[in-house]
């Protein structure tokens, strides 16, 4: 039995989709794959239960048997998180261990996702080394492309982990700086006994927010294809050129948002001419019928918010890199990256796995 955890250094790394990709690779290799995320000390609540997506699509993903609450064991809502604070303190081990023994049984390797930092973890008793240590873990890091803070984060893992650390993914590099992480961070890193065991390039894909978390972020009411929210926004343009040269600027885009005021009716024409997968319109001014029907037609979303054009465009942009990988055009396209970029022979080989 191997036991993977994996940790990030911070929030938006892209740990979640690390975890899937690496076990649908296992999976394919004819290995037995099992995933859990044994803390979560920051667990939403919907309809009475705790709900972490990461663990709903990590259990579709791999067709597990076992319940959500074996597959999250320790998933701290904000009544158990003020409970533990208020005490007596809840000892999780037992919960913890209890469900590892669930899911350990018949696989060959398990999935352990880790927090968004090194940080987490200590209110419930079940820091990350502790985790690892429990478990004999061996530990990979997802780094987030950073110029600077990743060595940091990379070396403040080595440290905090010691001899359970296999190395680290560098995720989302820039075109721009491959040869940067290549020719310098990665031999770096291995001089501090740090493996590299892929750097996966950035990809505007994964990038992409959906057309529901822009809407969820801008507040804004979905006037017509809501069906249509669920896909990928990988551009963002807005329309405040005149309608004559509106056509030619929109074509340069594909999949994008466009961005105008709910007035510029030729404006939003002409988006609807091109591959568009949702107007956002501010000032909360209600488009013309024309423009609605156009939409509909297209399958395209209309977001009506109530901001301006300047804070719709500062809350979209926000969304970009930070979206949620839980769509299955992004895990498709993840683990494409993964093949390319990752050396999954290295990787093997420091899991002690033959295939």
Same mark, same amino acid.
């Given at each position: 039995?191997?036991?993977?955890?994996?940790?990030?250094?911070?929030?938006?790394?892209?740990?979640?989709?690390?975890? %899937?990709?690496?076990? /649908?690779?296992?999976?394919?290799?004819?290995?037995?794959?099992?995933?859990?995320?044994?803390?979560?000390?920051?667990?939403?609540?919907?309809?009475? $239960?705790?709900?972490?997506?990461?663990?709903?699509?990590? +259990?579709?993903?791999?067709?597990?048997?076992?319940? @959500?609450?074996?597959?999250?064991? @320790?998933?701290?809502?904000?009544?158990?998180?003020?409970?533990?604070?208020?005490?007596?303190?809840?000892?999780?081990?037992?919960?913890? @261990? &209890?469900?590892?023994?669930?899911?350990?049984?018949?696989?060959?390797?398990?999935?352990?996702?880790?927090?968004?930092?090194?940080?987490?973890?200590?209110?419930?008793?079940? &820091?990350?080394? +502790?985790?690892?240590?429990?478990?004999?873990?061996?530990? *990979?890091?997802?780094?987030?492309?950073?110029?600077?803070?990743?060595?940091?984060?990379? /070396? !403040?893992?080595?440290?905090?982990?010691?001899?359970?650390?296999?190395?680290?993914?560098?995720?989302? *590099?820039?075109?721009?700086?491959?040869?940067?992480? !290549?020719?310098?961070?990665?031999?770096?890193?291995?001089? &501090?006994?740090?493996? @590299?065991?892929?750097?996966?390039?950035? =990809?505007?894909?994964?990038?992409?927010?959906?057309?529901?978390?822009?809407?969820?972020? /801008?507040?804004?009411?979905?006037?017509?294809?809501?069906?249509?929210? $669920?896909?990928?926004?990988?551009?963002?343009?807005?329309?405040?050129?005149?309608?004559?040269?509106?056509?030619?600027?929109?074509?340069? +885009?594909?999949?994008?948002?466009?961005?105008?005021?709910? =007035?510029?009716? =030729?404006?939003?024409?002409?988006?609807?001419?091109?591959?568009?997968?949702?107007?956002?319109?501010?000032?909360?001014?209600?488009?013309?019928?024309?423009?609605?029907?156009?939409?509909?037609?297209?399958?395209?979303?209309?977001?009506?918010?109530?901001? =301006?054009?300047?804070?719709?465009?500062? *809350?979209?942009?926000?969304?970009?890199?930070?979206?949620?990988?839980?769509?299955?055009?992004?895990?498709?396209?993840?683990?494409?990256?993964?093949?390319?970029?990752?050396?999954?022979?290295? /990787?093997?080989?420091?899991?002690? %796995?033959?295939?």
């Amino acid at each position: 039995m191997v036991n993977l955890y994996i940790t990030s250094g911070e929030t938006f790394s892209g740990k979640s989709a690390v975890c %899937i990709g690496l076990g /649908l690779h296992f999976r394919k290799d004819g290995l037995k794959v099992g995933y859990m995320k044994p803390v979560n000390i920051n667990c939403q609540l919907c309809e009475g $239960s705790a709900y972490d997506e990461d663990v709903i699509f990590a +259990k579709q993903v791999f067709e597990m048997p076992e319940p @959500v609450e074996i597959i999250g064991p @320790v998933a701290l809502t904000q009544g158990k998180f003020e409970q533990q604070l208020r005490g007596p303190e809840v000892d999780y081990e037992p919960t913890m @261990v &209890h469900a590892y023994q669930k899911i350990a049984d018949n696989r060959d390797i398990i999935i352990m996702e880790g927090g968004r930092s090194l940080r987490e973890g200590y209110v419930a008793g079940l &820091h990350p080394k +502790k985790v690892v240590n429990i478990f004999d873990a061996k530990v *990979v890091m997802v780094l987030k492309f950073d110029e600077v803070l990743m060595i940091d984060r990379a /070396l !403040t893992a080595k440290y905090y982990f010691g001899d359970t650390i296999l190395g680290v993914i560098i995720n989302g *590099v820039p075109k721009a700086r491959v040869d940067y992480v !290549t020719d310098i961070v990665i031999p770096y890193l291995n001089r &501090h006994q740090l493996p @590299v065991f892929g750097a996966i390039r950035r =990809d505007v894909v994964l990038a992409a927010p959906t057309v529901a978390e822009l809407a969820e972020g /801008l507040q804004a009411e979905v006037l017509c294809c809501k069906e249509g929210t $669920s896909k990928l926004v990988e551009n963002m343009l807005v329309g405040a050129m005149s309608s004559e040269s509106a056509l030619v600027y929109f074509r340069r +885009k594909a999949n994008k948002a466009v961005i105008t005021g709910g =007035d510029r009716a =030729d404006i939003q024409m002409a988006a609807l001419e091109t591959s568009t997968r949702c107007l956002i319109l501010t000032g909360n001014l209600y488009p013309n019928p024309v423009v609605i029907r156009k939409a509909e037609e297209q399958g395209v979303p209309i977001l009506l918010t109530s901001m =301006d054009t300047l804070s719709a465009i500062e *809350v979209s942009e926000k969304y970009f890199d930070r979206s949620r990988f839980q769509q299955p055009e992004k895990l498709d396209r993840f683990s494409e990256l993964l093949d390319k970029y990752l050396d999954f022979n290295a /990787l093997d080989q420091a899991l002690g %796995i033959r295939v």
